[in-house]
């Protein structure tokens, strides 16, 4: 007969074998969870480093991009510590949206349009330190661009100016006497940054659309909004008359509710007849200027206040009453001053932030994109 061999402490075994496997894949769990949230703390933070100094490079000085990319890096978190981001981890260059590719540019901020930043740190192990396993190292890495710019915005004044005005300064600095209706390039916007604000500074008076056939350069021209046509040629419905003018200037509706208007480049925009100055001084003060103590217009923040608006360049002969201007770019400017006296407004061109939808235009409206 057989015997039934001695199986005792067999379940003994098992059970160790048994928890040495599920201590295992603890370790892995926990410890692969720590290291994915030290992942993530360090993107944030790439992410963070990358946009700050994106957005130094559309401001002056231009070389102060590393310093605030790192201090918006270390700002964040790193389990109980900061991130260290040193020098050598913030990197200046090019970005290529067709290729989607980043290039240094030996450094240098003043030709580059974009950061990219990466952040390293060690994941030390909690449970898988009793295994022997040896630190991982974790990286993060983001890249910002500077580049692109809107193409269609909200929130634009009802105000029309030429073109040729903003290019006219530019082109005086640059030291070209090359036609100011010429689009707009990279260049030219690099130049508008690096010019001072006398450079910048312009002033214009509220042209009157009844009197006279040709567009006055120096005049800014009171323009219904929405537009009545649009870049895709879809037909808008632009609310007409003085009061909605008016309503416009001041970021309302006809009942008082704040409201925003797009314009886009492309998009046709029509005149206002007569001088508009009433409806003008009414929308402006106090909405736009709450503070125009000797004309320095001031919000109610006490601030200067930013506007967009519609820069045009057609220069046709445009008969009596209502015109049609075509927006070149999106513009925008610093208004500094608000003359009511002579409809006047005193302004400093400059590029400014915004969050449109990218176009393939140059405008003076950039938006700060975290593409990588």
């Not at 870049?231 to 609310?239: F, I, Q, R, S, V």
């Not at 009453?321 to 409809?343: N, R």
Request: glycine share 8%.
């Amino acid at each position: 007969m057989l015997k039934l061999r001695n199986r005792r402490g067999a379940i003994a075994l098992f059970t160790v074998l048994l928890f040495l496997a599920m201590m295992t894949m603890a370790a892995v769990v926990v410890d692969m969870a720590r290291m994915q949230y030290m992942r993530n703390q360090l993107q944030t933070a790439a992410d963070a480093a990358a946009l700050a100094g994106a957005v130094q490079l559309l401001r002056t000085p231009k070389t102060d991009a590393r310093a605030k990319a790192e201090a918006f890096g270390r700002a964040n978190a790193l389990m109980n510590t900061s991130v260290a981001i040193a020098d050598s981890q913030v990197v200046y260059g090019n970005w290529n949206p067709a290729t989607r590719q980043f290039t240094e540019n030996g450094n240098d901020p003043f030709t580059a349009d974009a950061v990219q930043v990466t952040v390293h740190a060690r994941s030390d192990y909690i449970i898988a330190n009793a295994f022997g396993w040896n630190p991982k190292p974790v990286a993060a890495r983001a890249v910002a661009w500077a580049g692109p710019s809107v193409g269609k915005t909200d929130c634009m004044k009802p105000w029309a100016i030429w073109y040729g005005l903003l290019m006219q300064r530019i082109n005086a600095y640059e030291g070209t006497s090359t036609d100011p209706t010429r689009p707009m390039t990279p260049d030219d916007l690099q130049a508008l940054r690096e010019m001072s604000e006398d450079q910048r500074t312009f002033t214009m008076f509220l042209g009157n659309s009844a009197n006279g056939n040709v567009l006055n350069s120096g005049n800014f021209y009171a323009v219904d909004l929405p537009p009545l046509r649009y870049a895709d040629g879809t037909t808008g419905t632009p609310l007409t008359g003085g009061d909605s003018y008016r309503d416009a200037l001041a970021g309302v509706d006809d009942s008082g509710n704040p409201v925003c208007y797009q314009v886009g480049v492309g998009d046709v925009l029509q005149t206002e007849t007569g001088a508009m100055v009433g409806p003008t001084k009414q929308g402006v003060e106090p909405a736009i200027c709450a503070t125009d103590a000797g004309n320095i217009c001031l919000d109610e923040n006490g601030k200067t206040p930013l506007i967009k608006s519609a820069f045009w360049t057609q220069a046709t002969n445009k008969g009596s009453g209502k015109f049609e201007v075509t927006v070149q770019i999106i513009g925008s400017f610093a208004l500094k001053m608000w003359d009511p006296k002579q409809a006047a407004i005193t302004g400093v061109f400059q590029p400014i932030q915004d969050t449109g939808p990218v176009g393939s235009e140059i405008t003076t409206l950039q938006r700060i994109v975290l593409v990588k």
